[in-house]
């Protein structure tokens, strides 16, 4: 079974850090992995989609990158802001599961001014 | 209006009592999911469903049922509520149409069973 581990489970950076956000995975037989950010008590809304056969994804200050042979996938956040904080959610999908995602517990992210 | 739509936002129910939750969507999508999410243990699904005569059992299905009225509508049911289903839950589409298999998710419901 697919295992998808976040660590560190929180992180708080000042502002104009970057952020670095780790994800890995068990199984690297993965069809593609979706970076999502939470507010609190919110919905997931989607940041970035990586397909198995992408190296990394840019979308403005995001970058999230995919290793899949050592079962890793990277978020930074360039030039961190309060708005950042949050909590961010790594989501794998493995290549024979028919659209469902298995998902990390997430890093909850502080930034402060 | 949201792409994904949960009603109710927020409940308080009674153990023992039944509750629905209530998923509708205006994408346009076929396949409909529903995750709980408790601190600590990230999402987890609890039945999909690929379109309205395909309903699957996820990983913690026990507890619960779901009904796919059409397309755009799929709930989700707790027969008997117990406090250990206290949690946030989620519905979520997606489209393998659109090549990428992307989740959209609802804002959620809190549920609080006591």
């Known amino acids: 079974k697919q295992e998808v581990t976040q660590i560190p489970a929180a992180l708080s950076v000042p502002e104009g850090e970057n952020l670095v956000l780790n994800c890995s995975f068990t199984d690297s037989a993965i069809y593609n992995l979706q970076w999502f950010r939470q507010d609190p008590g919110k919905g997931l809304t989607s940041l970035l989609l990586?397909?198995?056969?992408?190296r990394e994804q840019t979308s403005g200050r995001l970058n999230a990158s995919l290793d899949k042979s050592s079962g890793r996938s990277t978020l930074y956040i360039a030039a961190s802001q309060p708005g950042d904080s949050a909590t961010y959610l790594c989501?794998?999908?493995?290549?024979?599961?028919?659209?469902?995602?298995?998902f990390g517990a997430g890093t909850q992210v502080v930034v402060t001014p | 209006d949201a792409d994904v739509t949960q009603t109710p936002r927020n409940r308080i129910t009674k153990t023992g009592k039944r509750i629905m939750l209530e998923c509708s969507q205006t994408k346009g999508h076929d396949r409909m999911y529903w995750y709980r999410q408790d601190p600590g243990l990230g999402l987890r699904l609890i039945y999909y469903s690929f379109d309205v005569k395909d309903i699957n059992k996820g990983e913690i299905s026990d507890g619960y049922s779901v009904s796919r009225q059409a397309q755009a509508k799929f709930s989700l049911s707790l027969e008997s509520a117990i406090p250990n289903q206290t949690a946030l839950y989620f519905c979520a589409t997606s489209d393998p149409g659109q090549g990428h298999y992307g989740y959209t998710f609802g804002s959620g419901t809190r549920l609080t069973v006591v």
């Open positions: 989501a794998v999908r493995v290549t024979d599961s028919w659209g469902k995602f298995q």
């Open positions: 990586i397909q198995s056969s992408q």
